[in-house]
């Protein structure tokens, strides 16, 4: 257990940037899942403009420190060419 008050407060701070974090994963990991649905679905217009709505959650997802932009930019790449192959 902390004994000093910065490392009490550091415990209550990291607390609540977990939740956060967690919430803006769970969003970034949404936004995905439904391209993805899109895609299996077969509705190249469907799926792109589900990619349209997720960009924005996944770049929101480096700017908040879950995501690595190298990996928004593998995950984006990767999908605009799924869709582009239907």
Known sequence: ???HQSAKK???RNARQTVVN???RGRVRTS???VELAIQGGDKAEAAAA???AQP???SGVGGGVLHANTAARKLSRLSKRIKAL
Do not use: E, F
Request: no cysteine; glycine share 6%.
């Open 10 to 12: 550091r415990i209550r």
């Open 22 to 24: 967690g919430d803006r």
């Open 32 to 34: 995905i899942k439904n």
């Open 57 to 59: 959650v996944i770049q």
């Open 1 to 3: 257990m902390a004994h």
């Open 51 to 53: 990619l349209r709505t």
